[in-house]
DNA sequence: GCCAACGTTGGC
DNA sequence: GCCAACGTTGGC
């Protein structure tokens, strides 16, 4: 199973949003980015990902999983961007904060930090069990 | 196919 | 609110 990096802007689509969608899950729209489009192709159903607030809070807040791949992004009518549907998991017991991240020198290599404007990202499985660690759970 | 201009994102 | 980073667009 490969790991993923969701980030959103809290006052558009918040992880409380997500949660209320619960286990039928909503699509990741909206994006009009291709690595990011790139990075969601990648994706499996089963995979698990992180749920970022970027902005003010700037922290990993939740864990969803996608339960379908890649499909054409319907608020968009121009076929080049999909999206894929996730749900929400568990939220993190502790929400790891980008500044927390940035000072974990395990975590130096994150695209969080090496690209921040990437809305999509990959995570390794290293990064993935970091984090979770730093959120509580483990 | 290059590059300048422009728009957007996101951290500070 | 500003600005750096960076993606996209359009003229040549």
């Known amino acids: 199973m490969r790991h993923w990096l969701f980030k959103s802007e809290p006052s558009t689509w918040s992880w409380d ?11 990741w729209d909206g994006v009009r980015n291709y690595q990011a489009r790139n990075v969601m192709r990648e994706m499996s159903v089963g995979d ?3 749920f970022y607030h970027s902005q003010k809070e700037k922290a990993v807040v939740g864990i969803v999983e996608v ?5 054409p ?5 121009d076929p080049r961007w999909e999206c ?13 904060t980008l500044d ?3 000072a974990d020198p395990r975590l130096s290599e994150m695209a969080l ?3 921040a404007r990437l809305s999509v990202q990959p995570v390794s499985d290293a990064e993935w069990k970091i984090v979770c660690g730093l959120g509580g759970l483990g």
């Not at 949003?17 to 699509?27: C, H, I, L, P, S």
């Open 17 to 27: 949003d997500q949660v209320a969608k619960g286990a039928a899950g909503e699509e």
């Open 48 to 50: 698990l990902g992180f």
């Open 67 to 71: 339960i379908a791949a890649a499909h």
């Open 73 to 77: 992004d319907s608020t968009s009518d």
């Open 84 to 96: 894929v549907d996730i749900r929400a998991v568990e939220p993190l017991p502790k929400p790891v």
């Open 100 to 102: 927390t991240i940035k």
């Open 113 to 115: 930090v090496r690209q």
